[in-house]
């Protein structure tokens, strides 16, 4: 009996446990369901909120006073001066600025007169984008999305290029999420003082090209000759947009990097910048060289090539380093003179040079590209050729010469000549050779296009044969430039001028270059720039002030480091 009573005890004890287990299960289901309602409840709400938010954003303006540095260091390339600028910005981030009431100041780190250092946090993740405009003074729009550390951030750093000086400028930033919605737009405005060195645009004509612009800014390269060291900005309807400063020499492109852009500031330094226009490195090529016309970057070698004057030398303009971007290692790649021997033996020698010295500029480098990893295409002003050579960081030989005369008639050099195709006056005194290549073209097949200046005369070749460029022009007065595009064709040593138009005349310096659809261009003596269609008709050009020239026009959209 007592064992029966055990197992209905048992049982009951079990039906109860269960019972309390169901309970229990029951509760915590409940638990969940609520607190799954809650979270859903408060999901719909914040959703909701966030709505309301979004919809509720509006453009306002907001007041800025941009705050200017204190510098004891006036030499902007040196690490004291860049020290002192981040010292007190590191400072001033120890305030509490936001999107709403940022931190703004003028040319923070000294590397563009009218750029502002922008810095504000937020709660919301996003992206910005930035439109400086000057109605003031006919500005064309500059808007892009500005780039940061990450794409979407609660950190906002920037540095905002294009404002003019003399004006008031409209800045308006708005700020996106990862579905475009704006979490804020503003707009503030800031007036920048005038800035007299600035070279005045004089005139601009509108061409028969209907076609729009690329978006960018025209840099101005060694406005009259060096002494004019600044880098001058100007956008698409030829305002001033701000001035880049440098030391005593002029830069002959903007280089990109990385996410940094490189120029040089002095007759034989480089300087590396961030996109918060931080002077962040400094190369210095020694005492024993210095620039003259160009320098690029070779990307597979890490290296900057640059064309130097040897002052050891009795020779100008001859001689290729390349500086070691992480090293700053300086090494010569080529002197012209070890392949070239007979035509440096053979060159008259003038009491004065170009520029008054008494180096020998036999061969007169003035601009260069790469064709490949491993092989250049070089411009010699002097001799009206293009030379490649390859093998350039390891064994560099001559591969070929492209020139329309009798220079190298007799020579050795004779036999490196690439035939002509068609009938064509050659190129005479060209400037910034370029390589264009298109995947359209087999194999060894590629185009060299540049400004074909159309000058004829060589200060060191008496017998230059100047009968076979006919329309080459003085240095006093000639027809018209010219933009030249050739196909080369290396299998069977062939090139042909494929496209041509003319350009107003400059006997010397002078650049063009593609952008996309168009061509722009830079004529030195006749103080001209701006940019043709793909075709040669001319959209939009622009005349400028300048006592003399200016060495190079080149434009530059700056996406991949600002944008």
Known sequence: MSYLKGMIEEMQGRESKKHKQKKVMICILAVLVLMAAGFFGYRVYANYKEEQFLKSVKLREIKVKPMTLEHKEKDVFTEAYQKESQDQIDKQKKKNYTIQKPMVIRNAYGTNTTALYYYGKTDRASYAVCTVEAPNVGAAVYKHTLKGKKKYSTTHEYQIIGLSAGTRNKVTMEFFNEDKRAVEKQYFYVDIPEDNVIPRILKKTKGTSSQKMEDGLFALLGHDKAQNANIYLYDNNGVNRGRMPLNKYRTDRLLFVGDEMAYSYDFNKIAMVSRLGKVTKTYDLGENYEFHHDFLYAEKQNKFICLVNDKKQDTIEDVVVSVDVKTGEVKELIDFEDYFKTMRNLAYRPKKNTYGGTGLDWIHLNSMNMIDDDSMIFSSREQSTLIKMKNVFEKPEVDYLIHGGTVYNGTDYQKYMLKKEGTFVGQAGQHTISVEHDKSLPKGQYY?????????????????????????????????????????????????????????????????????NNISFGSGTSKTFGEYDKDGKLIYSFSYDADKYSYRVMKYNFQGYLF
Request: glycine share 6%; charged share 20%; hydrophobic share 30%.
């Open 448 to 516: 060299l296009y540049m400004f074909n200046n159309n000058y004829g005369y060589s200060a060191t070749i008496k017998s230059f044969d100047w009968s076979m460029f006919p329309g080459t022009g003085t240095m006093k007065e000639g027809d018209k430039s010219m933009y030249y595009k050739y196909l080369v064709d290396e299998n069977k040593r062939t090139y042909k001028l494929v496209q041509s138009f003319a350009i107003p005349y400059s006997p010397i310096v002078s650049s063009v270059e593609h952008m996309k």
